[in-house]
């Protein structure tokens, strides 16, 4: 018998950007989101916001200065050994709606597809970081 998981999921995901401002209000007018919680930048902590993401994730986003931001977001490898986060819906329909509110929200992005037994959609946010939103596919879906 395998011992069962003492975690219950993700909490949170911690990133960075040049512009809190910008990558909230993509969160916020895309995905819904809700800003819980804001701290002003201190002499040894950066400016930071929490953007509920819904069942229990939420981004934590710190403001740092471009040029201290490592690394390159457009190509795996590049983006560190946490290559992207994936966001989960309940459906294909709510993946297809989410797709034009992204969108409308400047993001760039791709098409639906299929990956096993997930409807996958990657994206980048205005920030230019390869992310993904997924919804279970039922066995019976076919490719749209």
């Known amino acids: 018998m395998r011992p069962m998981a003492v975690t219950l999921g993700f909490n949170h995901v911690a990133t960075i950007?040049?512009?809190l401002d910008r990558l909230t209000r993509f969160y916020v007018e895309a995905f819904g989101g809700t800003v819980t919680f804001e701290m002003a930048a201190t002499e040894d902590h950066?400016?930071?916001a929490i953007i509920d993401l819904g069942g229990g994730a939420a981004l934590n986003v710190f403001e740092v200065a471009e040029e201290s931001i490592l690394g390159q977001r457009r190509t795996m490898g590049g983006r560190g050994p946490i290559d992207h986060f994936g966001l989960a819906v309940d459906s294909r329909a709510t993946l297809d709606g989410l797709r034009e509110r992204m969108v409308a929200a400047g993001a760039e992005i791709g098409e639906i597809q299929r990956l096993g037994g997930e409807w996958?959609?990657?994206f980048r946010d205005p920030d230019g970081m390869e992310?993904?939103?997924c919804?279970?596919?039922?066995p019976t879906d076919a490719d749209s």
């Open 17 to 19: 950007t040049a512009d």
């Open 135 to 138: 919804a279970h596919a039922a």
């Open 46 to 48: 950066p400016r930071m």
């Open 131 to 133: 992310l993904e939103v």
């Open 120 to 122: 996958s959609l990657f």
